[in-house]
C-alpha cells in the first residue's frame, strides 16, 4: 500500500458520527419501547382472559353443584337476609339455604347441605359456603317439636359455619368476590299459595349467582348465571321459608 492510498484509509476510517449514533441508539429505543408495549399488552389480555375464564367456571361450578343439591332433597328451610340490599342491585341476598332429607320416625335424622353467604364488605362483596351434613340428629322437644325443630336445626348449622368464619378464613368455601346470591323457592308462584302457606308438588327452586372480579388496571369483569330447576323427590315435610312454615298441600285437595 502507498503512502496516498495509506492516508485515504485512515482517513476514511473514523467510525460513526455523533449524529448517527444518536440515530442508531433512538432507533433501539423506539424497537425496544414497542416490544415492551407489546409484552405488556399481551400479558394483560392474557390475565384479563384468565381472570374471565377462571370466574365463568367458578360461577358454573358453583350452580351445578347447588342445582344436584336442590334436586335430591325432599325438605327445604331456606332465609334471606330481609332488611339488607346490596348498594349495586338493590336486591337482598340470601343468608343460608339448607336442603336434604330426613330419615326416621322417633328419631330425626337429617343429610343434606347448608349454603352459608357471609356478609357483604363494602364493596358489596361476599363470599359463599357450603357445609355437608350427614346423618344428624335434628333435635325434637316440646319447645321445638317436628317440624319447626328443623328450622332451628337450619339456624344452628348455620350458626356453626359463620362462627367457623373467624377461626378459619375459608372453611367451606364455595366461591368469592360474590355480588348477587339468591335461592329462592318457587319464583313463579306456581306452586305457592302465599295465603293457605302451603305448596304443591313439584316445588320449583331459582338460583341465581352475580360474580364479580378485578382484572388488570381497572377492568373488572362480571358474571351471571341463573337457573331453575325442581326437587326431584316428592316433599312431604313442612318447608320453611323466612322463618315461615309451609305445608305440602296435595294437587286434590
Do not use: C
Not at 198 to 205: A, L
Request: charged share 25%; no cysteine; proline share 4%.
Amino acid at each position: 500500500m502507498n503512502s496516498k492510498n495509506e492516508l485515504n484509509y485512515k482517513l476514511n476510517d473514523k467510525g460513526l458520527s455523533l449524529v448517527e449514533l444518536i440515530v442508531a441508539i433512538s432507533i433501539g429505543v423506539i424497537v425496544s419501547a414497542s416490544i415492551a408495549a407489546l409484552l405488556t399488552f399481551s400479558i394483560r389480555m392474557y390475565r384479563n382472559e384468565s381472570v374471565n375464564t377462571s370466574m365463568q367456571y367458578e360461577l358454573q361450578t358453583n350452580l351445578n353443584m347447588m342445582m344436584d343439591e336442590i334436586m335430591g332433597a325432599s325438605t327445604m328451610v331456606v332465609e334471606q337476609n330481609t332488611g339488607v340490599a346490596l348498594a349495586d342491585t338493590g336486591k337482598p341476598y340470601t343468608k343460608f339455604a339448607m336442603f336434604g332429607k330426613v330419615t326416621g320416625s322417633s328419631t330425626k335424622k337429617f343429610t343434606g347441605v347448608i349454603f352459608v353467604s357471609s356478609s357483604a364488605d363494602s364493596d358489596n362483596k361476599f363470599k359463599i359456603y357450603m357445609n355437608r351434613i350427614n346423618d344428624e340428629v335434628v333435635p325434637v322437644s316440646e319447645t321445638y317439636p317436628y317440624p319447626k325443630a328443623l328450622e332451628k336445626f337450619a339456624k344452628d348449622q348455620y350458626a356453626d359455619v359463620s362462627g367457623a368464619f373467624a377461626t378459619n378464613p375459608n372453611p367451606y368455601l364455595l366461591g368469592e368476590n360474590a355480588t348477587q346470591f339468591i335461592i329462592q323457592p318457587d319464583p313463579d308462584a306456581h306452586s305457592f299459595d302465599a295465603t293457605e302457606k302451603t305448596y304443591t308438588n313439584p316445588i320449583e327452586v331459582k338460583v341465581e349467582l352475580l360474580f364479580e372480579r378485578n382484572g388488570w388496571g381497572t377492568k373488572k369483569y362480571s358474571k351471571h348465571v341463573d337457573d331453575i330447576t325442581y326437587l326431584r323427590n316428592k316433599v312431604t315435610d313442612s318447608i320453611y321459608i323466612d322463618g315461615v312454615p309451609y305445608n305440602i298441600k296435595k294437587k286434590d285437595d
